[in-house]
């Protein structure tokens, strides 16, 4: 493949991820409309779930983001019964934040919602583009995180 083509598919999938995102999104965004729970807030669980108990700092950091405003994700969550604050044994003035058992119960309702609501849409995608598809933005994933470290 020529260097220009692959540029030109490189330059439509920057065009594309944006609008994918968007639309993901949205879809999340009313699936959770009931829940009063917002995309981001949902991400943060999910990271809560793969990481385990972390500091707001900690998990700041693993999005990269700003740490007051997952203070507010963490804070708004709390306040919904979502996730558990619990005193740092190493640092006094931080919390350890984790998912609370109401928490881990809506990641699998919504979960559960998700898969009926994405089984129209996924039928048209073969197991093997979704795939291939996976680990193409996973390796662009890394190459770009490659590039800006």
């Known amino acids: 493949m020529s260097r220009q083509t692959k540029q030109g598919q490189f330059a439509e999938i920057v065009r594309l991820v944006p609008k994918l995102y968007f639309k993901l999104n949205a879809l999340t ?9 917002s995309p981001g807030q949902r991400a943060l669980m999910e990271d ?14 693993a999005r ?32 350890i934040v984790s998912l ?14 998700e898969r009926q609501l994405s089984e129209g849409f996924l039928a048209q995608i073969s197991a093997r583009d979704a795939a291939v598809t996976r680990a193409l933005l996973g390796k662009l994933h890394a190459a770009l995180k490659e590039a800006l470290d």
């Open 29 to 37: 965004s009313e699936m959770l409309k009931q829940s009063g729970v």
């Open 48 to 61: 809560l779930e793969v990481l385990g108990p972390q500091t707001v700092g900690a998990l700041a950091r």
């Open 64 to 95: 990269p983001v700003a740490k007051q405003y997952v203070q507010k994700l963490v804070s708004d969550l709390s306040a919904l019964g979502l996730v558990r604050l619990r005193a740092n044994p190493e640092d006094r003035r931080s919390k």
């Open 100 to 113: 609370s058992k109401r928490g881990d119960k809506a990641l699998a309702e919504w979960r559960q919602s």
